[in-house]
């Protein structure tokens, strides 16, 4: 059990010994290795597995064909202790052991704010529309550590003019007319004029609008070789699976060991076939995305591993779980599309994957797309990005965003954040975790 003297800030973690492969972010300690042969990420999760058990103390790990990401935090006492600390330090020794080489420098994570004049008439809303839980008064997060937290800030004075920014939240097709109306029952209201195939867009009570979109209605031609959303779910062998931005499943594990069991079977599969197989691993549930990273498209051979995923956690005796699947995309409207996306694939450390979209190479967070805008509105938006990153590069991110045409617009509180702002007045907190919190030394 754990007291009140286990418990240290974020300051003290990274001067702790042996965690210099490790950074504070938003939601505690990450470290990212860098995986160089095939296997040796699911050597370290399984190591990761032996450690945990012994601690009974138990990380996120996100795994990735060419990277491990392992969070630590004790959720207890609401942020990190010196348990993160020990584990840390031995997942470190393991991950030299495997020869996976850390990039702490590559770390990230992407949060939101919201601004309301009344935080209890669209927190509703929002929990609704993103599958978050409450966290306090003023805070929804992800259960699965997955996608952005939301902050919901007093604004002073209302600004009722339409975001330039608003959300993408694809769920599976057979769950949207659900969160839908639940989304309206939560005080949403649906600003289109019709229902299209693809996605309906909902404002909450102070007109931010997030767009709840299922991959469904669309035709079989695409170039040989590639399965539309519509055939890959009639497809055999897939039933656990969902096309979002690539085709995702689900299962729930009831602890830690299973999952890792069954991850490092699904990459070691990945492995085999040369696909790449993105792994989110949780204690009670992992969820496994297929599909290229650069455009989510499926192709057979993506299909072919979701069937043997599928066969192998039948196998375990996992249950699936695709209700809970989604994925965020952040849209920004924009009169000068390239100068927006310049801003913002420099800001987030994003690629590109088409003329007017970015993603984070690792998918662990949310895409972005930049959609013409046909007129001006200089309205600071109501909704803004904030992005944590290592201490050691936040002047370097910071430099990188105005090198690629922004500004800074607000430095008071630097070097906790600085507020920079693209082009067109979109604006990012580029935040860090130390010396925000010195309570406890």
């Given amino acids: 059990m754990a007291t009140e003297s286990d418990e240290i800030t974020p300051d003290a973690f990274e001067k702790a010994d042996a965690t210099g492969h490790w950074r504070v972010l938003s939601h505690g300690a990450c470290a990212l290795f860098r995986v160089t042969a095939p296997g040796a990420g699911a050597v370290l999760l399984e190591d990761i597995k032996v450690l945990a058990d012994a601690a009974n103390h138990h990380p996120d790990v996100d795994l990735r064909p060419d990277a491990v990401v392992v969070r630590c935090v004790s959720h207890d006492v609401g942020g990190l202790s010196r348990r993160d600390v020990a584990l840390a330090q031995d997942i470190s020794a393991a991950a030299e052991r495997v020869g996976l080489t850390p990039d702490p420098a590559a770390l990230r994570d992407v949060e939101l704010t919201i601004d309301a004049t009344d935080r209890e008439r669209v927190m509703p809303f929002w929990e609704v529309v993103l599958g978050h839980r409450r966290a306090g008064d003023e805070d929804l997060l992800d259960p699965d550590a997955r996608w952005p937290g939301v902050w919901f800030q007093q604004m002073d004075e209302p600004r009722p003019l339409r975001n330039r920014l608003h959300l993408d939240v694809f769920v599976p097709h057979d769950d949207r007319p659900a969160r839908v109306q639940a989304a309206l029952a939560a005080g949403g209201r649906l600003t289109t004029e019709e229902f299209v195939p693809q996605w309906w867009t909902l404002a909450d009570p102070e007109g931010n609008e997030a767009d709840v979109e299922a991959w469904e ?14 055939a890959f779910r009639a497809a055999d062998g897939v039933d656990d699976w969902r096309v979002l931005q690539g085709a995702c499943a689900r299962y729930v594990t009831g602890g830690f060991d299973a999952g890792v069991d069954l991850a490092a079977t699904a990459q070691r599969l990945a492995d085999d076939a040369g696909v790449r197989l993105s792994t989110d691993l949780r204690f009670g549930h992992v969820t496994f995305r297929v599909g290229a990273p ?32 989604r994925d965020v995309q952040l849209t920004f409207d924009a009169l000068d599309v390239d100068a927006v996306r310049r801003f913002w694939a420099a800001a987030l450390g994003y690629a590109t994957r088409e003329d007017a979209d970015l993603y984070d190479p690792l998918l662990r967070g949310p895409s972005v797309f930049i959609q013409q805008m046909d007129a001006p509105r200089e309205q600071r938006n109501r909704i803004h990005v904030d992005l944590f990153v290592p201490a050691d590069v936040a002047d370097e991110r910071v430099a990188a965003a105005v090198a690629a045409g922004g500004r800074v617009v607000y430095d008071a509180e630097a070097p906790l954040w600085r507020t920079v702002a693209d082009p067109e007045g979109n604006e990012i907190d580029i935040a860090v975790s130390i010396g925000r919190d010195q309570d406890h030394e």
Avoid: K
Avoid at 217 to 230: K, M
Avoid at 303 to 311: G, M
């Fill in 294 to 325: 650069e455009d989510g498209w499926i192709d057979d051979a993506a299909l072919d591993l979701a069937r043997r995923i599928q066969a192998a956690a039948r196998e375990a005796g996992v249950e699936p779980d695709p209700g809970a699947l």
């Fill in 217 to 230: 209605g669309f035709e079989d031609d695409l170039p040989e070789g590639l399965v539309s959303p519509d």
